[in-house]
């Protein structure tokens, strides 16, 4: 029997380039989005808009705490690092190798996240179509995603759609560090 390594490919990784492996990160990022996408739209087609944003809810609610769980493995954290760990945090879930983001008005106790250029809303303007609705499950994963890399944080949405635009960024969030 093959071993771990040629089992699930690893060996193939391990003969990339930096510039190879890097292009993958983005490439399995653009294919995640994109099962995301289909995997949404059929369950709108199947039961409705209303049905698929509670079924997208109801899997961000526990996708994006195993996403924190695992960056924070990776990184060699401990949930509980305030401000700084979760905004180092953001910038290596799947979302950051497609979408620009920035933080602003960071101190130790509260930063301001946003989403500056988003893949599926910039499409989604380039085909014409009104912003995705995503406020509702943006609430739950950014909320639950904090939460995940220290409980103490709190989650305010500052804008997201469907709130009026325009805007300099597509959506923004607020953290707070409780004592």
């Not at 290596?92 to 101190?107: C, G, K, M, P, S």
């Not at 509702?136 to 804008?159: K, L, N, Q």
């Not at 469907?162 to 004592?179: G, H, I």
Request: net charge negative; charged share 30%.
């Amino acid at each position: 029997m093959a071993d771990d390594e040629t089992r699930t490919g690893l060996s193939v990784l391990e003969e990339m380039t930096k510039e190879q492996l890097i292009a993958l990160v983005v490439d399995d990022a653009k294919n995640w989005l994109a099962h995301d996408g289909l995997w949404f739209q059929a369950v709108e087609r199947a039961h409705g808009l209303e049905a698929a944003i509670e079924a997208d809810r109801a899997a961000w609610e526990k996708f994006t705490v195993i996403e924190a769980q695992r960056i924070l493995a990776r990184l060699g954290l401990k949930p509980g690092g305030g401000i700084p760990a979760l905004l180092e945090c953001l910038k290596h879930r799947l979302y950051a190798r497609l979408n620009d983001q920035d933080a602003i008005e960071v101190t130790d106790t509260r930063a301001v996240f946003r989403m500056v250029d988003c893949r599926v809303q910039s499409t989604r303007r380039r085909k014409g179509l009104a912003d995705f609705p995503c406020k509702s499950v943006g609430i739950v994963e950014y909320t639950e995603f904090a939460r995940a890399i220290d409980p103490r944080i709190r989650t305010r949405c500052v804008a997201c759609p469907p709130d009026a635009a325009p805007r300099d960024y597509f959506c923004a969030w607020e953290f707070t560090l409780e004592p």
